[in-house]
């Protein structure tokens, strides 16, 4: 029996009928599939491609404003991606460029609270901001400017993350 030429025959219209059903079954799972590959590739973005000296920049370097009030903290909280899937607890902002900040990596070393010896310290000025209340998307904080003793790890003469 050949399906392809006896297009009468119902038995050779049901084979063909669920070998469509199978052929749109395939298409189906492959959208899906693509769809939560996209999906996935979308979700990670925010930290796709950015290196970690990029991330503390973002984060903890603002060479352009003062801060020191609340204000502030909601405002760049929210403008530095720190408030997408949660309101982030605690953040530092240091208010000095980016050469008197990589010059603090150049600074001898010291422990620090992981245990590990790539922590250098120096006084700069900031902004800390605490998360008083809110929930993703608004998040109030209470900020504070100070000039005070900070202390961040470096790798490759670079700041890659802040300690305290
Ligand atoms: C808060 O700080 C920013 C940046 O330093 C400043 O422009 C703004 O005027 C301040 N706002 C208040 C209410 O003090």
Redesign the pocket.
């Known amino acids: 029996m050949n399906c392809f030429v006896s297009f009468h025959d119902e038995t050779c219209l049901a084979v063909g009928t669920s070998k469509a059903v199978i052929g749109l079954q395939k298409t189906l799972s492959l959208l899906l599939l693509s769809l939560l590959t996209l999906l996935g590739l979308g979700l990670v973005q925010p930290s796709y491609g950015e290196t970690r000296y990029k991330k503390f920049q973002r984060q903890h370097v603002d060479s352009t ?5 609340s ?2 903290c909601k405002k760049m909280m929210q403008e530095r991606g720190m408030t997408k899937s949660r309101c982030k607890q605690f953040n530092t902002f240091i208010h000095e460029d980016i050469g008197t900040i990589k010059n603090i990596c150049k600074t001898p070393k010291i422990p620090c609270k992981n245990g590990k010896m790539n922590c250098h310290e120096g006084e700069v000025r900031v902004t800390d901001c605490r998360l008083i209340a809110g929930s993703r998307g608004n998040c109030r904080y209470q900020g504070r400017g100070s000039s005070r003793r900070v202390v961040i790890a470096c790798k490759g003469k670079l700041p890659v993350h802040f300690d305290k």
Do not use: Q
């Open positions: 404003e003062k801060g020191g009030n204000s502030y």
